[in-house]
């Protein structure tokens, strides 16, 4: 049997978060913030076969950009193995990653609740949409790979986080927004671990400031603003980023960075697509990405 899912990318601009160490309930651990889903993303097939002579019980696969790690592929797994009889199961898992991975787009959150998708489909364990964004949330907070990607992309769109936690738990606002092209270039990743351990101090006053402000206006150029402002308080901006939001600016086009990678990114109208990426291949070092927003969330493709 057979199943396939896709989960779409996950940029933030800005978070507050909510982490308690005391707490042992990882499903309400997360962040508030601001952020958008695109068309680019992760899509997961999983193949179920009788195990035979197999030590593991699992073959977990990455075709496009490549991940050095599967602990979170494994933790989804694990969660699922919890919910029936599966021992004689052989699981061939196989991620087709079409971002690039570090960068700030989330793909560990999309490989886990894209992973969650599928395997709930051909396990036909049947839980409800919110038990399966939890799944893959808890598996992020575990695995410390990010806190509010999962709910994010669980939803799709360009979207304000209200309250932090996995699906159920977390709520979105969605903001509509027509007829924009969602513009990146990647330069070079950075460890979200790492990030979330150096900057977190600095981060939380100002990531919630930001999303009452966002709620007030609900436009993507203030967005873009207010993401600028974020990644230059928390001292994230490169050199690199520097020179090219200042030829952006220079030019009027609104950009923003995303969290967490030397990633820059434009969310403009369609007809100023070409302008931008004019700019944006002056850096033939960058992975050039150019997508729309991806407004549907998280979904099974077929099984």
Do not use: W
Not at 74 to 85: A, I
Not at 121 to 140: M, S, W
Not at 166 to 193: D, L, R
């Amino acid at each position: 049997m057979k199943a396939i899912a896709f989960c779409p990318a996950h940029i933030t601009g800005f978070f507050k978060a909510h982490m308690d160490e005391n707490k042992i309930d990882s499903e309400k651990f997360g962040s508030m913030g601001a952020g958008f889903s695109i068309k680019e993303g992760v899509t997961t097939k999983v193949i179920i076969s009788p195990k035979t002579n197999q030590i593991s019980n699992c073959k977990i696969s990455t075709k496009g950009f490549q991940s050095d790690k599967t602990d979170v592929s494994e933790f989804v797994l694990n969660e699922f193995l919890k919910l029936g009889d599966f021992d004689d199961v052989f699981f061939d898992i196989e991620h087709d990653i079409s971002i690039p991975v570090g960068y700030g787009l989330g793909s560990s959150g999309a490989v886990a609740l894209s992973l969650s998708y599928a395997l709930d489909q051909v396990l036909n364990t049947k839980l409800d949409n919110d038990k399966i964004g939890k799944i893959a949330h808890i598996a992020e907070v575990n695995c410390k790979t990010g806190l509010g990607d999962v709910l994010a992309s669980f939803h799709g769109g360009f979207e304000i986080r209200l309250k932090p936690g996995a699906p159920g738990i977390g709520e979105v606002q969605k903001i509509g927004v027509e007829n924009i092209s969602i513009i990146m270039i990647c330069f070079s990743p950075i460890s979200t671990n790492q990030f979330l351990q150096e900057k977190l101090s600095k981060i939380n006053g100002l990531g919630g400031k930001m999303v009452n402000k966002l709620l007030e206006s609900k436009d993507y150029n203030n967005f873009q603003d207010m993401s600028l402002e974020f990644a230059k308080y928390v001292d994230v901006m490169t050199p690199r980023m520097e020179k090219l939001i200042e030829e952006l600016t220079l030019n009027g086009i609104k950009c923003g960075v995303a969290l967490f990678g030397e990633t820059v990114f434009s969310m403009v109208p369609k007809e100023h697509e070409s302008k931008v990426l004019k700019i944006f291949k002056k850096y033939p070092e960058g992975k050039i990405i150019t997508s729309q927003l991806d407004v549907q969330g998280a979904r099974v493709l077929t099984n």
